[in-house]
């Protein structure tokens, strides 16, 4: 079993940078695919970020592609989220997520594990 906890959420103005992190519990860790979501208020949640295993694979929701970059220490049991140029629109929970494949890394039902999720505020 894999246990997430997210960090890094804030509050921040648009055009900020914010990191969130993601640590995992377990000695598996290396074994995950992992992704990161998010669900703004009203809305469902969407995918946003995927890393393979080893990290050489990433994948990006076309909204973020360009300003968010994921990334893995396996060393740290740790993902990222550098995300930069931060909208308003990008104000949502975002959730980090751990995925024993690597055969839908966009899909959100292809993950067995997920954080609680932090809060990310972009204000304009």
């Known amino acids: 079993q894999v246990q997430l906890v997210e960090s890094g959420g804030g509050l921040v103005q648009a055009g900020g940078s914010l990191r969130l992190s993601c640590a995992a519990s377990g000695r598996t860790f290396s074994s995950y695919a992992m992704g990161w979501f998010r669900q703004a208020p009203g809305k469902e949640r969407e995918f946003v970020a995927a890393?393979?295993?080893?990290?050489?694979?990433?994948y990006y929701a076309d909204s973020v592609k360009g300003r968010f970059t994921i990334s893995r220490v396996n060393a740290k049991n740790t993902v990222y989220l550098q995300m930069n140029t931060l909208k308003p629109e990008d104000t949502a929970v975002y959730y980090c997520?751990?995925?024993?494949?690597?055969?839908?890394?966009?899909?959100?039902?292809?993950?067995?594990?997920w954080g609680q999720g932090t809060q990310v505020t972009v204000s304009s």
């Open positions: 997520a751990a995925d024993p494949e690597w055969e839908g890394p966009t899909i959100e039902y292809e993950y067995e594990y």
């Open positions: 890393i393979s295993w080893s990290g050489g694979s990433t």
